[in-house]
Each structure stands twice: as structure tokens, then as C-alpha cells.
């Protein structure tokens, strides 16, 4: 994976951003987020990273696994203050009761705030978890 990593990064500097590259997080045995830190209720809601990722942080990697016993269910980022409705990662189950994942790079302001939202279901499963950044 970290070659695909290293791809958007040299794109991603020839372009002008991410100044110093990525910093990887280090241990990810543990999550930042678990399913009781979501509201499921297909709102947008803040997801706050300011006490893990650096203020001067342009875009964050995330981890996020879900599972759910109905595959009618989504649950979505985005940066905060994105107003283009289609610029967003989806992690959507594709059959019930078996862990999916997404690796999500998204945006990031100095406030450290990030937008989800995750529809109405029956989530069995939630986590996620901040792998890195870009400076």
C-alpha cells in the first residue's frame, strides 16, 4: 500500500501541496474511534482530530472498518468545509456481517475537523482509526 502512498504523494508536491511529506502515525493497534463515538442518523456531523493531527497538517490518511448485518448502510467523510456534494470516501458493506475497510485521505484545516455521516442500520461495527498525515 505504501507504494500507492508515495504515487500521491509525488503528485500531490509537483502540484504544490504537502510541503514535507507524510508522516506516518507509527502503532495502530488501537483505534481513535469506536461506533459509540458516531451519531447514526444519516447527519453530517464534526469528527475532531486537532488532539491527534498537527495543526499544519494538510490532509489526513484514515482507517475506517465497518461492518453491519444489512448491506443497505453507508457511512461517509469528508473535509468540513467541502460543499461538492460527491467529494467524499464511502465505506459501504457489501455483505452483512463481515468487516469491510476503507482507507480514506481526506483534507484537513488548522481547526482539525472533519465532516461524517453514517446512515440509519444495524451497525455492529465501527473504528477508525488516523494512520498518518501530510505536512
Given at each position: 500500500?505504501?507504494?500507492?502512498?508515495?504515487?500521491?504523494?509525488?503528485?500531490?508536491?509537483?502540484?504544490?501541496?504537502?510541503?514535507?511529506?507524510?508522516?506516518?502515525?507509527?502503532?495502530?493497534?488501537?483505534?481513535?474511534?469506536?461506533?459509540?463515538?458516531?451519531?447514526i442518523?444519516?447527519?453530517?456531523?464534526?469528527?475532531?482530530?486537532?488532539?491527534?493531527?498537527?495543526?499544519?497538517?494538510?490532509?489526513?490518511?484514515?482507517?475506517?472498518?465497518?461492518?453491519s448485518?444489512?448491506?443497505?448502510?453507508?457511512?461517509?467523510?469528508?473535509?468540513?468545509?467541502?460543499?461538492?456534494?460527491?467529494?467524499?470516501?464511502?465505506?459501504?458493506?457489501?455483505?452483512?456481517?463481515?468487516?469491510?475497510?476503507?482507507?480514506?485521505?481526506?483534507?484537513?484545516?488548522?481547526?482539525?475537523?472533519?465532516?461524517?455521516?453514517?446512515?440509519?442500520?444495524?451497525?455492529?461495527?465501527?473504528?477508525?482509526?488516523?494512520?498518518?498525515?501530510?505536512?
Amino acid at each position: 500500500m505504501q507504494w500507492l502512498f508515495n504515487i500521491i504523494e509525488e503528485k500531490m508536491e509537483a502540484a504544490g501541496f504537502l510541503k514535507t511529506g507524510y508522516v506516518a502515525r507509527g502503532d495502530h493497534s488501537t483505534y481513535d474511534f469506536l461506533i459509540g463515538d458516531f451519531t447514526i442518523d444519516n447527519q453530517w456531523y464534526d469528527l475532531d482530530l486537532s488532539g491527534i493531527v498537527p495543526a499544519n497538517a494538510q490532509a489526513v490518511h484514515l482507517h475506517f472498518i465497518g461492518q453491519s448485518n444489512t448491506i443497505e448502510v453507508v457511512a461517509r467523510l469528508r473535509a468540513k468545509y467541502e460543499t461538492y456534494t460527491k467529494a467524499r470516501c464511502v465505506l459501504r458493506p457489501q455483505v452483512a456481517g463481515i468487516n469491510i475497510a476503507l482507507h480514506a485521505i481526506v483534507p484537513i484545516r488548522t481547526d482539525g475537523l472533519l465532516n461524517y455521516q453514517i446512515t440509519v442500520g444495524d451497525w455492529t461495527d465501527l473504528k477508525l482509526t488516523v494512520r498518518g498525515w501530510w505536512l
